[in-house]
């Protein structure tokens, strides 16, 4: 071939532009894929399978977080909300109950009135112990008022943050101490419902003799406290068939702890049938002896009785006096013992054994 027809052949030849590879492996798949059993829908089942698997990792992925989420709780991993403002706090102490009253004896307006609400402390905001809430603690001194009493008792209340509600709760309140001053004097009427087991406690043998007897009273009582005398009447019950009266004489005192306290310091008995009482437990002093003592010539001693003239007539007791034992119902009474006629007592003083018998000085 000569050089002219060279030239005329690559001037003829078509010029060739870059190829996309992008397009020729489609055209080499579809031909692939066309070439199969299938063609097109092999394409299609091969599209919608890889979608199906992707929407399962997504959902899977999904499941795994709400898991480590449950278990770690992501709101401890976030900023934790405020603690109840103090103004919140006053409000729910506001509404706490007063301490219970009731507790508390021979008060006369046993409701808790007119809350006031000091010196109120909101704590830090904490995880809950199961570590899937937040809690807060607060405190404060809240007093309450009536004609009887004023108590001022300190609260705390234990806040459970609702992540719903974007709030706190006031889940528990609770009092921890409470101090009383009383207001008023002490219920008379309460104390005279209870003079009888008063009575009993101090002498179970008069509690027993007059326990049907009518029952009066007269005070002297104020917001410190005072004395009270209680009377009981038994009809024709006393010596030739007067009236047996006791007169139990107390002193009331308040207590933090349970409120106003009756003590009893004496009980005198009028119209006591002594002549025969005398008599007989005179005559049961050579029986076997119901208490012993055992002291010294002139130890000071306490001795509880009936006042007879100079004689107090008590239990039979067995009495060693400096290595002397005298058995007897009576004692003879010398010295400052005069108002107790008739009166059952405890009497204080010197002890002393005469012959065979038993003096007490009387201080």
Not at 45 to 68: D, E, H, N, Q
Not at 87 to 100: G, I, L, M, R, V
Not at 170 to 194: H, L, V, W
Request: charged letters at 20%.
């Amino acid at each position: 071939m000569d050089e002219n027809n060279l030239e005329e052949t690559e001037e003829t030849v078509p010029e060739q532009f870059p190829t996309n590879p992008r397009v020729g492996t489609a055209k080499s798949h579809h031909k692939a894929t066309a070439s199969m059993p299938g063609g097109d829908k092999y394409t299609d089942f091969t599209k919608w399978r890889r979608r199906i698997l992707a929407i399962a990792g997504v959902l899977i992925l999904i499941y795994i977080c709400y898991m480590i989420a449950a278990k770690i709780n992501v709101g401890s991993m976030l900023i934790a909300p405020n603690a109840p403002s103090v103004e919140t706090a006053t409000a729910d102490f506001q509404k706490a109950s007063p301490p219970d009253y009731n507790e508390l004896k021979y008060l006369s307006n046993t409701v808790g009135e007119n809350p006031t609400v000091d010196q109120v402390k909101v704590g830090r905001v904490v995880s809950g112990s199961d570590g899937s809430s937040y809690q807060c603690e607060a405190t404060a001194f809240v007093t309450f008022s009536n004609s009887s009493i004023t108590s001022t008792s300190r609260y705390r209340i234990e806040y459970t943050y609702n992540g719903l509600l974007n709030s706190w709760s006031a889940t528990k309140t609770e009092i921890e101490y409470s101090n009383y001053t009383p207001n008023g004097a002490p219920d008379e009427a309460k104390i005279d419902q209870d003079a009888l087991s008063l009575l009993s406690a101090y002498d179970e043998d008069a509690g027993t003799e007059m326990a049907d007897a009518a029952i009066s009273s007269s005070a002297s009582l104020t917001a410190e406290g005072g004395e009270m005398q209680v009377t009981f009447t038994k009809s024709g019950a006393g010596k030739y068939g007067a009236d047996l009266t006791k007169t139990m004489y107390l002193r009331i005192k308040w207590s933090d702890v349970s409120g106003w306290v009756a003590a009893v310091e004496r009980v005198r008995t009028e119209n006591a049938d002594l002549d025969s009482s005398v008599t007989e437990k005179a005559n049961n002093a050579s029986q076997t002896a119901s208490l012993e003592l055992s002291v010294n010539s002139g130890d000071y001693v306490s001795l509880s009785g009936t006042v007879s003239g100079n004689t107090l007539t008590t239990s039979t007791t067995a009495y060693t006096i400096g290595g002397q034992t005298i058995t007897t119902g009576t004692v003879t009474l010398s010295g400052n013992y005069s108002g107790y006629e008739g009166s059952y007592v405890t009497l204080s003083g010197n002890i002393y054994a005469s012959g065979n018998s038993v003096s007490l000085s009387v201080q």
